[in-house]
């Protein structure tokens, strides 16, 4: 029963719960994650970049840059009272720039797995043992529709931030679908507001 509840909280938190959809289309899937930025350089969007997972995570983004491009990982960990899960968001961010218009592609895998009290000897005796879970890529539209919105703000293309608590209703209300976790984490990210809308969260 245990390992039944601790794989069940694994599921919730790798967003298992959403409405199956079917395959996305290559056009589809492109779509979702590639997008065109006009009147920014290919430097200007990959610092958007940064600071975008930085605000999401501070130094818990581990980031290297390349020319093309930047890969950020994210080892985390969440405790629970029967069991504990753990794994690593890995992203691969990529742009390109052809005269004043910028092509940005992202993409995002998930591994992870938990770890719950399991029976190893003879008497019963619980110890705390794994259960691996092959990493896959994070389908949907949910976690890019927060990661470009929030490009677009970083990038002064729009003067709205979207929460995770925006992000989760348009989930909810079926705007979005699959799993936003790798920026909408409630139990493991600091999800920090930029600057400006902190220090105005902060007047009186």
């Known amino acids: ?13 790798l967003g298992g719960c959403a409405v199956q959809h079917q395959p996305q289309t290559r056009e589809e899937w492109l779509n979702t994650t590639t997008r065109s930025y006009s009147g920014v350089t290919k430097d200007q969007v990959l ?19 390349t020319e093309e491009g930047m890969q950020a990982t994210r080892p985390w960990t969440v405790y629970l009272v029967l069991a504990a899960a753990m794994g690593t968001d890995y992203w691969t961010v990529r742009a390109s720039q052809s005269g004043e218009v910028v092509k940005v592609s992202a993409q995002v895998n998930i591994q992870a797995q938990s770890v719950t009290p399991m029976p190893t000897t003879s008497s019963g ?11 896959s890529p994070v389908v949907g539209t949910a976690i890019y529709d927060v990661f470009w ?3 677009d703000y970083l990038l002064g293309k729009t003067d709205v931030w979207m929460t ?19 920026l909408c984490n409630s139990f493991n990210m600091k999800d920090e507001l930029p600057e400006k809308l902190a220090a105005a969260k902060r007047e009186p």
């Open 125 to 135: 005796t619980w110890t705390a043992g794994t259960m691996p879970m092959a990493g």
């Open 1 to 13: 029963m245990k390992k039944i509840i601790c794989e069940g909280i694994l599921f919730l938190l």
């Open 164 to 182: 995770c608590e925006k992000a989760n209703n348009r989930v909810n209300e079926g705007v979005t679908w699959g799993s936003n976790e790798c």
């Open 47 to 65: 610092s958007a970049t940064e600071k975008l997972f930085r605000l999401a995570d501070g130094n818990d983004f581990v980031i290297v840059h």
């Open 149 to 151: 919105a929030r490009m």
